[in-house]
């Protein structure tokens, strides 16, 4: 049963400091999407990546976040530095999508990485 | 702009009662709507997804949802809920135009009284 595996589950951290989210898509899927969960916003897109390239990061704080995908087979979300106000909880998705973009292809998620910022 | 609703943030409901989730929407295109649910401390779970042909479709767990353009409306309904269905419920429509991104609404959380 393919799964789209997240790391860390959950991670404290204070104010200023370095945080790494990884992500694992699903083998075979070309399309990865990292989406931010917070009571306030809800479910909101942070960045898309197709074939390992960044296809949209406009919903991602550029001065602090960064987004990439080193190998077809690990994506990361990296927040330099971390803000209280970044603590939320953090889900990659993957998807394989087809030359002709079909938005109806499904995305999986992975369980998300809680994080917590003091 | 794309958006979706979800009026109601909660529902309470009987184990055994049906269930019906509101979703509207607002997109220019033709939509591509989902539904996903979220159990506390999950990941989302896709119930299922529309994108043409028949107006009613069936997903998983027993749920069905039906699609309406002319009221812009693809909610989501179960015949008998299980208190196993207590979870927060997610509405999406899929972005073609932005590399198939989702566009979620703010979510329903579903409450089961036995």
């Known amino acids: 049963d393919a799964r789209v595996t997240q790391t860390p589950r959950d991670k404290v951290t204070e104010m200023g400091q370095e945080v790494t989210m990884r992500c694992q898509p699903i083998?075979?899927?070309?399309?990865v999407f990292w989406y931010r969960q917070t009571m306030m916003q809800g479910l909101e897109l942070l960045a898309y990546?197709?074939?390992?390239?960044?296809?949209?990061d406009s919903g991602m704080p550029k001065d602090r976040f960064s987004a990439e995908m080193p190998d077809a087979t690990l994506a990361t979300l990296k927040i330099q530095p971390s803000e209280p106000r970044d603590s939320a909880v953090y889900f990659c998705?993957?998807?394989?999508?087809?030359?002709?973009?079909?938005?109806?292809?499904?995305?999986?998620f992975g369980p998300g990485t809680r994080l917590t910022v003091l | 702009a794309q958006s979706v609703t979800q009026p109601d943030i909660h529902i309470t409901v009987s184990e055994g009662a049906s269930l019906e989730l509101r979703c509207n929407y607002s997109?220019?295109?033709?939509?591509?709507l989902f539904w996903y649910v979220q159990s506390p401390g999950q990941g989302l779970q896709l119930l299922l997804k529309?994108?043409?042909?028949?107006?009613l479709v069936q997903g998983i767990k027993g749920f069905e949802a039906e699609f309406k353009r002319s009221q812009s409306s693809f909610n989501l309904r179960k015949p008998s809920v299980h208190w196993s269905d207590a979870a927060e419920y997610f509405c999406?429509?899929?972005?073609?135009?932005?590399?198939?991104?989702?566009?979620f609404g703010a979510g329903t959380i579903l409450r089961v009284k036995s």
């Open positions: 998705a993957s998807g394989l999508v087809r030359e002709t973009g079909s938005a109806a292809d499904t995305q999986y």
């Open positions: 083998l075979g899927h070309n399309t």
């Open positions: 990546f197709r074939n390992r390239a960044p296809l949209d």
């Open positions: 997109y220019g295109a033709t939509p591509y």
């Open positions: 529309y994108f043409s042909g028949d107006t």
């Open positions: 999406a429509v899929g972005v073609r135009e932005y590399g198939n991104k989702l566009v």
